[in-house]
């Protein structure tokens, strides 16, 4: 069993910054996939972007290429979302989830094991 907590979401003006944290319990934080999705009101909840195991490999949604980061850290079993230029089209709760090796790469919501309870970021114009 794996408990995720994330922390860092909030209101800021388009083209601020936020961190996300996503604290992981447990000792096997090493072992899983991490990821990040976003939920916006009345959509359904879609892929951001995920990093390997090791915390080399990573694979972004093409609408925050370049301006996101899935930095994670295995010693602190924390894994971190970095936000850039922030657009009100960001705005969402953002969840973590983690993923066995077998599911890297995937980008559905499904093939990811456990969840945090979300966070909000809210981007204003």
């Known amino acids: 069993q794996v408990q995720l907590v994330e922390s860092g979401g909030g209101l800021v003006q388009a083209g601020g910054s936020l961190r996300l944290s996503c604290a992981a319990s447990g000792r096997t934080f090493s072992t899983y996939v991490m990821g990040w999705f976003r939920q916006a009101p009345g959509k359904e909840r879609e892929f951001v972007a995920t990093?390997?195991?090791?915390?080399?490999?990573?694979i972004y949604t093409d609408s925050v290429k370049g301006r996101f980061t899935i930095p994670r850290d295995n010693a602190k079993n924390t894994v971190y979302l970095q936000m850039n230029s922030l657009k009100p089209e960001d705005t969402a709760v953002y969840y973590c989830?983690?993923?066995?090796?077998?599911?890297?790469?995937?980008?559905?919501?499904?093939?990811?094991?456990?969840w945090g309870q979300g966070t909000q970021v809210t981007v204003s114009s």
């Open positions: 989830a983690s993923a066995t090796p077998a599911a890297w790469g995937s980008r559905s919501p499904n093939d990811y094991v456990y």
């Open positions: 990093m390997h195991l090791g915390g080399t490999i990573s």
